[in-house]
């Protein structure tokens, strides 16, 4: 008897930490696939044949606690290479698969604050960092010292890795059913999970929404005209029905058990919060200067939503 547990345990070790070979497969093609992206040369600059690989697993030796971002969405595998030019500072690529052109754009869109550049489907640039999505991928580009000539030698950089990526992707779906009058499209943010919404706009250190891998949610910004202030609108896709209606009631109880009727509260700072569930979806509007506004908003939504 103890022989045979003892056999379980070795094996029960052995395919812990053995990889499946059809996803060792995938890994490996995966990273040829990378590979292929980046250049060997641009311009006067040269790869300098050191690339550094890290996947879900292994990502906190290179990211330490900013890899918990990327597992917040289906990032796949990180391909880090540096370039080198004799006399200027090296620049450096983390390429990253993040396994679907959404969680691409969700985590470009993360931290939207520089300046649109027109590299890829969507690009940032700001303090010599270049930051794009295109497909299923995710791109820094920057340079480890700043000079005046970094800022042409990263975009050349990232201009050479977008265009070898042949493919563009998709963004998430759930952006088509936004209003788009008065919305601040750099506003737009995509997420999984409740960490990622707190960032954007804190509503509780519980998941109260019961937001998970297969939920998607989108944030979105409505400036009111002449104003500072900004009314904000969360809608949240469910795997069906029944996960957003529980969903739904642990809001209401947790963060607004006074709308028990109405659905719809006026806050300490005089803004209005509304919400509500069609089907599969949880729609709530915060900071709204009327009631009206919260109307609006979700109405406007409510009408693009799919019906089944």
């Known amino acids: 008897m103890r022989f045979f547990l003892f056999s379980l345990l070795a094996i029960w070790m052995v395919l812990m930490t053995t990889e499946c070979p059809t996803l060792s497969a995938e890994k490996e093609g995966r990273q040829v696939a990378m590979k292929r992206l980046l250049p060997q040369k641009v311009e006067d600059y040269n790869a300098d044949g050191k690339d550094e690989i890290y996947d879900r697993n292994t990502a906190f030796r290179y990211m330490d606690g900013a890899a918990e971002l990327y597992r917040s969405f289906a990032f796949k ?33 993360y931290q939207i604050e520089e300046e649109e550049v027109g590299i890829g489907q969507g690009s940032d640039y700001g303090g010599g960092l270049l930051r794009f999505w295109k497909g299923n991928y995710f791109v820094n580009v920057y340079a480890e010292r700043e000079t005046p000539a970094t800022r042409k030698d990263i975009l050349t950089l990232g201009e050479a890795i977008a265009k070898n990526i042949k493919k563009e992707g998709s963004k998430p779906k759930l952006i088509q059913f936004l209003s788009k009058e008065g919305l601040s499209q750099g506003t737009i943010r995509y997420f999984h999970l409740h960490q990622v919404l707190n960032h954007h706009y804190f509503l509780s250190h519980q998941n109260i929404l019961r937001l998970g891998e297969r939920t998607n949610g989108i944030l979105a910004t409505y400036p009111s005209p002449g104003e500072k202030a900004k009314t904000f609108l969360l809608l949240i896709q469910y795997p069906d029905q029944k996960q957003a209606e529980k969903a739904f009631q642990s809001f209401l109880k947790a963060y607004m058990p006074e709308a028990a009727v109405s659905k719809t509260i006026k806050i300490e700072n005089g803004k209005w919060t509304s919400a509500r569930i069609h089907q599969k979806y949880v729609l709530v509007v915060f900071d709204a200067p009327s009631v009206e506004k919260t109307e609006q908003l979700i109405e406007a939504v409510v009408k693009k939503l799919p019906t089944k």
């Open 77 to 109: 595998l990180l391909l880090v290479r540096r370039y080198l030019k004799a006399g200027h500072p090296s620049l450096l690529v983390e390429l990253f698969d993040m396994g679907s052109s959404e969680d691409a754009f969700g985590i470009f869109s």
